[in-house]
C-alpha cells in the first residue's frame, strides 16, 4: 500500500457518459497530481491541487475538471466520454518542503470508454 | 518547456548481465530532480532511484545506479545484475525546482526491459 488510493480500480462506461475518480492522497501531503496514461504511453500530466487550489495545468482537455477538498481528497471528473479517453488514470501526492522527495503514486483507475 | 526523451523504446538482458537505460531532458534551469521510475505488469509506479541536480555524485541504490552528466543533460539508469523481477517500463522523469505548486513530474515515454532467462 502506497499511502495513495484510488477509487475505482476499474471502470467501464458508454461514450457520452460522465465518470468520477477519486483520489485520496498520502497523509500529510498537500499537493496532488493527475496523470493520464494511454495504452504504451508515458504519462501525461493533468492538473495539479495544492491544499485545495489549482496550481498547474497541463494538457487537460476542456470536457475534464477536477477539485481539491478540504480534507484533501481530489477527485477527476471526466464527462461527454469518447473512446480515446480510455486509459489508465493516476493521483500521485507528494508534500510542500524543499526536500527532493519523490511522489507517492496510486494504483490508478482503469477507464474502458465503450 | 522542459522534455524528457527516452530514445530506446526497448531494451533486453540477460539474467544476470547489465543493462544501461538512456534519458535525455531539455531544460534552462539549474536546480532540478530527476528520477527513475519502474513501471512492471500490475501497472504501480514505483519509485527506483533519484538524483538532485546540485549533487555531483551519482545516486545508487543497490544494483541500481545512474550515470548523470549534467552538462550534456543525460541521466542514463545502470541495472547490474539483472533479475527477473526487473522485467518492466521504465520512466524517466525531471521535476522543476522548489517553486511552490509547481513541481509536477514531466515523463519520458518509456523504455520495456525484457529480462531473458
Known amino acids: 500500500d502506497s499511502g495513495v488510493t484510488q477509487t475505482p480500480k476499474h471502470l467501464i462506461t458508454a461514450t457520452g457518459q460522465r465518470v468520477t475518480l477519486r483520489c485520496s492522497p498520502r497523509?500529510?501531503?498537500?499537493?496532488v497530481y493527475w496523470y493520464q496514461q494511454s495504452l504504451d504511453q508515458g504519462l501525461q500530466f493533468l492538473i495539479q491541487y495544492y491544499n485545495g487550489e489549482e496550481r498547474a495545468k497541463g494538457n487537460i482537455l476542456e470536457r475534464f475538471s477536477a477539485q481539491q477538498f478540504p480534507d484533501l481528497h481530489s477527485e477527476l471528473n471526466l464527462s461527454s466520454l469518447e473512446l480515446g479517453d480510455s486509459a489508465l488514470y493516476f493521483c500521485a501526492s507528494s508534500s510542500w518542503d524543499t526536500k527532493p522527495a519523490g511522489y507517492t503514486f496510486g494504483s490508478g483507475t482503469r477507464l474502458t470508454v465503450v | 518547456a522542459q522534455t524528457v526523451t527516452q530514445s530506446q523504446p526497448e531494451m533486453s538482458v540477460q539474467e544476470a548481465e547489465t543493462v544501461t537505460l538512456s534519458c535525455t531532458y531539455d531544460t534552462s534551469e539549474s536546480d532540478y530532480y530527476l528520477f527513475w521510475y519502474k513501471q512492471p505488469p500490475s501497472r504501480q509506479m514505483i519509485l527506483v532511484i533519484r538524483?538532485?541536480?546540485?549533487?555531483?555524485q551519482n545516486a545508487t541504490e543497490n544494483r541500481f545506479s545512474v550515470n548523470f552528466q549534467k552538462a550534456a543533460k543525460s541521466f542514463s539508469l545502470k541495472i547490474s545484475d539483472s533479475q527477473l523481477g526487473d522485467a518492466a517500463m521504465y520512466f524517466c522523469?525531471?521535476?522543476?525546482?522548489?517553486?511552490?505548486?509547481?513541481?509536477?513530474?514531466?515523463f519520458g515515454q518509456g523504455t520495456r526491459l525484457t529480462i531473458n532467462p
Open positions: 497523509s500529510g501531503d498537500l499537493s
Open positions: 522523469a525531471y521535476r522543476s525546482p522548489g517553486i511552490q505548486g509547481a513541481q509536477k513530474l514531466v
Open positions: 538524483q538532485e541536480a546540485y549533487k555531483q
